[in-house]
Protein backbone atom coordinates (compact mmCIF):
# COMPACT_ATOMS: atom_id res chain seq x y z
CA UNK A 1 0.00 0.00 0.00
CA UNK A 2 1.30 3.54 -0.94
CA UNK A 3 0.89 6.41 0.72
CA UNK A 4 1.80 9.77 -1.95
CA UNK A 5 2.36 13.05 -1.03
CA UNK A 6 -1.05 14.12 -2.24
CA UNK A 7 -3.13 11.89 -0.23
CA UNK A 8 -1.06 12.20 2.97
CA UNK A 9 -1.81 15.82 2.87
CA UNK A 10 -5.42 15.37 1.45
CA UNK A 11 -5.41 13.26 4.89
CA UNK A 12 -4.02 15.64 6.97
CA UNK A 13 -6.15 18.70 5.74
CA UNK A 14 -9.25 16.89 6.41
CA UNK A 15 -8.05 15.63 9.85
CA UNK A 16 -7.88 19.73 10.62
CA UNK A 17 -11.16 20.21 8.98
CA UNK A 18 -12.16 17.53 11.43
CA UNK A 19 -10.86 19.27 14.20
CA UNK A 20 -11.65 23.01 13.86
CA UNK A 21 -15.37 22.16 12.71
CA UNK A 22 -15.33 20.27 15.98
CA UNK A 23 -13.74 23.47 17.96
CA UNK A 24 -16.67 24.91 16.32
CA UNK A 25 -19.33 22.96 17.09
CA UNK A 26 -18.50 22.70 20.57
CA UNK A 27 -17.88 26.84 21.33
CA UNK A 28 -20.98 26.82 19.61
CA UNK A 29 -23.21 24.88 21.81
CA UNK A 30 -22.05 25.63 25.41
CA UNK A 31 -24.88 27.48 26.17
CA UNK A 32 -27.71 24.98 24.69
CA UNK A 33 -28.83 21.99 27.35
CA UNK A 34 -26.84 19.07 27.78
CA UNK A 35 -29.10 17.17 25.60
CA UNK A 36 -28.84 19.49 22.68
CA UNK A 37 -24.42 19.16 23.04
CA UNK A 38 -24.75 15.71 23.82
CA UNK A 39 -26.62 15.24 20.28
CA UNK A 40 -25.04 17.89 18.55
CA UNK A 41 -21.66 15.99 19.64
CA UNK A 42 -22.96 12.87 18.22
CA UNK A 43 -24.06 14.22 15.02
CA UNK A 44 -20.12 15.71 14.84
CA UNK A 45 -18.32 12.04 15.85
CA UNK A 46 -20.88 10.55 13.23
CA UNK A 47 -20.06 13.11 10.86
CA UNK A 48 -15.77 12.75 11.04
CA UNK A 49 -15.84 9.07 11.41
CA UNK A 50 -17.66 8.94 8.03
CA UNK A 51 -15.02 11.66 7.26
CA UNK A 52 -11.86 9.82 7.93
CA UNK A 53 -13.51 6.39 6.91
CA UNK A 54 -14.22 7.64 3.38
CA UNK A 55 -10.08 9.45 3.46
CA UNK A 56 -8.69 5.99 4.22
CA UNK A 57 -10.45 4.30 1.81
CA UNK A 58 -8.93 7.06 -0.95
CA UNK A 59 -5.70 6.41 0.52
CA UNK A 60 -5.36 2.58 0.70
CA UNK A 61 -7.48 1.62 -2.23
Known sequence: MKLSLN??????????LCNRLK???S?????????SRDTASNL???LSWRAMTAASALLFD
Open 23 to 25: ALA
Open 7 to 16: SALSSGLLLL
Open 44 to 46: LIT
Open 27 to 35: HRVVQQTRS
